[in-house]
């Protein structure tokens, strides 16, 4: 196939969702070979300026321009429809990136093409686009994936719905974010040190004059003074204040201790159609840290499907250890896709309290009425970490739980994490987030 040399470009475009505003004239270019990544806050439009991009939607203002027009775009979207269900996640992502990428399209648009790929679906997915001739525009919320792939990170801002653009990948990015930020507050407080010091010498002229210090020298008339000092007010630089974005602050405390043993699983086997896994013996203790690791259709999720009862057992037994409060992070969100509002889902609660647990997931007023299916991947997976909160888990399985998380709420949680004292079980293939969870044991797969 023959490729097209030419550009994409959003020129002043806007969007709006009935009365919110998401994108307020946006400019992008996408030149040949470009790899661009995008980042920002869940909501603040990242998703729509892909749609924008890929032409699934309309701008309400501005234009985007296909240089030449028959530039081919190719788009992956955030939630994929799955094809077979006998594949795990992680092969049906694999599956629609390949064959996204057998289409060779001059321009690829891909909405967190990370989430549910394991280590060496990563390392094929950075293969892939470090070899693909064509230019990229992606979203992600993976730190590592970001330096690896991308080499100029476009940011939108949820406050005036523009963009800021810098040069290099995610490191690069975030150390010129914060000198950018420290040289606008140091702006700021020389600007405003200066107004004051000028105010402070016109009450004191203004003073002087009143008790009538300096005798015998011309007097100024007061609105001398004021037109003196005004004039001296205006050739100071008027810099605004840096703006500070709401923080999400989560807290995942346990309720109540468990027993020693929490979860036991004695020559356990697991089936799951034609998949057999096992036999298993394993232990996991209170305050136990575990990662479970392995390619995609080893069995990840079948395994947390055992140790949650939710899957009985072909042989062996399952124990439970005594006072352990069981909470899952399902890699699906599925118990927050139905048309029941927040409020309905948390009816166990005090109205008051649920409203209050769920404003500090970043979740107000307006989300707690919406049906559940409506939120966004990213607010379900904040309203379902809320859940767990107040269910008092003090074992805590989470599957994947960065996916659809943008950075800022990846970063919360890993804080979040590392004061939690109750028993953590995690699958994830974000390799940061790995990191900073330092598992104590990992279970190979």
Known sequence: MSRLVGSLVAAGVTKSYGAEVVLQDVSLVVPPRARIGLVGPNGAGKSTLLRLLGGLEEPDEGRIRRTPPALAVGYLAQERDGGARTRSGGQEARAALAEL???????????????????????????????????????????AFLDRTVARVVELDEWTRGTTEYSGGWSDYEAERERRRERHYRRWESSVAERRRIEAQERRMADWERRGYGQGRKKKKS??????????????????????????????????????????????????????????????????????????????????????????????????????????????????????????????????????????????????????????????????????????????????????LDVEAIEELERALAGYDGTVILVTHDRRFLEAFAPGRTIEL
């Open 101 to 143: 990428l057998r289409g060779a399209p001059d321009v690829l648009l891909l909405d967190e093409p990370t989430n549910d790929l394991d280590f060496a679906g990563l390392a094929w997915l950075e293969r892939s686009l470090a070899s693909h001739p064509g230019s990229l525009v992606v979203v992600s919320h993976d730190r």
């Open 223 to 404: 609105k001398d003074v004021k037109r003196t000092y005004a004039a001296k007010l205006a050739r100071v630089e008027v810099v605004e204040k840096p703006y500070e974005p709401w923080e999400l602050q989560l807290s995942l405390g346990s309720a109540s201790r468990s027993g020693d043993v929490v979860l036991r699983l004695e020559h356990a086997v697991v089936e799951r159609r034609s998949f057999r896994l096992g036999p298993l013996d394993l232990e996991i203790g209170w305050g136990d840290r575990v990662a479970i690791a392995g390619p995609n259709g080893s069995g990840k999720t079948t395994l947390l499907d055992a140790l949650l009862g939710r899957r009985p057992l072909a042989a062996g037994t399952r124990v439970l250890g005594a006072g352990v409060v069981l909470g899952e992070l399902e890699q699906d969100r599925a118990a927050l896709t139905r048309l029941q509002t927040l409020l309905e889902i948390f009816r166990d609660f005090e109205e008051g309290t649920a409203r209050t647990l769920l404003a500090k997931f970043g979740l107000g007023a307006d989300d707690v009425l919406r049906p559940s299916a409506s939120l966004s991947p990213g607010e379900r997976t904040r309203a379902a970490l809320a859940l767990l909160t107040a269910r008092g888990v003090n074992c805590l399985v989470l599957d994947e739980p960065t996916n659809h």
